[in-house]
């Protein structure tokens, strides 16, 4: 049998660029893929689009379409693609990006030569929201066939290993076996799904070819920082995510690489908190010192940090950050974020 790949792409209200992102999809050297478009109940013309391009092009038999009775969100379509995806292998792809014409062949050709549950290609960042840079995420040339030893990659490696559901492909079973789901957040439910999987990996392959393109875009739901106005229900929605993993964490105690997993939420959390800060007056409504304070709360209590076996003089400050009297919390922060240039 033919190993198809499905290509899972959530669409909502994306008819300014659906079309080049389908057309990427179409243009793919691999012969065998379907695109399984998830319709999430937009209000512009993204939908009429991708049937126009269904019943045009020469392989506009690969697209299917299914449609939520309302708007879910990106997690819960993603869901969706993992319940109704038909390929053995699953590749996801967001509706206002493009991929390269041989992605899919050169990821399927990875993962079968290594027999590999999972590959991660690298990507270009393309930022339209100023003007138009290029910024290259590139990962190492690394194959991991050791349990725990991607986990233990990804959690100390955070500035190579970004987090992104997309430009992966996935073992479908696996997937399935392992039960990894999106978590029902409209932010940051790439990270926590990502932050989960990896702990599931035995092996995995990374690769530095450049075979997506990433493009930041002013008022996206990942950049809502560029409005004059923030609402703090959205920043809590990151904080939820994040206090989420660190609820995940409480299972993996005895794993090698929790002090990593643990500096990273805190750093993620630390970061929140800057971001906060720098945009105190932007925010509606208002966040308190105390409410602050409890962002930077460690999921491990000081006992437990001294038995790390590494990290533990990083995660023993960032505990101490969440502990610290109120007063001290913002202006605590404030120089430290300074000289982490966050600030």
């Known amino acids: 049998m033919n190993n198809l ?4 792409v959530p669409v909502y209200n994306a008819e300014g660029y659906v079309e080049d992102m389908i057309l990427s999809a179409l243009r793919q050297t691999y012969p065998y893929i379907e695109i399984l478009i998830v319709d ?3 209000n512009d013309q993204s939908l009429e689009i991708i049937l126009r391009i ?10 299917r379409i299914i449609r939520n009775n309302h708007n879910l969100g990106v997690g819960a379509s993603r869901n969706k693609i993992i319940d109704e995806a038909q390929g053995k292998y699953l590749y996801f792809l967001d509706s206002d990006d493009q991929i390269e ?3 899919i062949q050169l990821l399927v050709n990875t993962l079968e030569a290594h027999s590999a549950q999972i590959v991660y290609a690298s990507y270009e960042i393309i930022n339209l929201i100023n003007d138009t840079t290029r910024e290259l995420y590139q990962k190492p040339s690394i194959f991991f066939s050791v349990e725990d030893s991607l986990a233990a990659y990804a959690y100390s490696h955070t500035n190579v290993f970004q987090i992104t559901v997309c430009n992966s492909l996935i073992d479908l079973l696996f997937l399935k076996q392992a039960g990894v789901r999106f978590i029902d957040k409209v932010f940051w439910e790439d990270m926590a799904f990502t932050y ?12 530095p070819d450049i075979t997506y393109h ?3 875009r002013a008022g996206s739901l990942s950049h809502y920082q560029d409005r004059d106005k923030l609402n703090k229900n959205e ?9 989420y993993l660190k609820e995940k964490s409480q299972v993996l105690i005895d794993k090698h690489y929790l002090p990593d997993l643990c500096k990273s939420l805190e750093m993620n959390s630390f970061y929140i ?3 906060i800060i720098k945009y105190a007056q932007r925010i509606e409504p208002s966040f308190t010192k105390r409410e602050i304070r409890a962002i930077l709360h460690h999921p491990f209590s000081v006992w437990e940090i001294l038995k790390f076996r590494h990290q533990m003089i990083q995660n023993l400050f960032l505990w101490l950050l969440g502990t610290m009297p109120i007063v001290a919390t913002i202006p605590t922060i404030w120089l430290l974020g300074k000289i982490k240039k966050a600030l």
């Open 273 to 275: 908190v800057c971001h």
């Open 214 to 216: 990433y493009y930041r």
């Open 40 to 42: 999430d109940c937009g």
């Open 54 to 63: 269904k019943s045009l092009h020469p392989r506009g038999e690969c697209i």
């Open 235 to 243: 920043i809590e929605k990151n904080i939820q995510t994040i206090n």
């Open 101 to 103: 014409d041989y992605t």
């Open 196 to 207: 989960e999987l990896v702990t599931k990996v035995r092996r995995a392959v990374l690769l």
């Open 5 to 8: 790949v499905t290509i899972g």
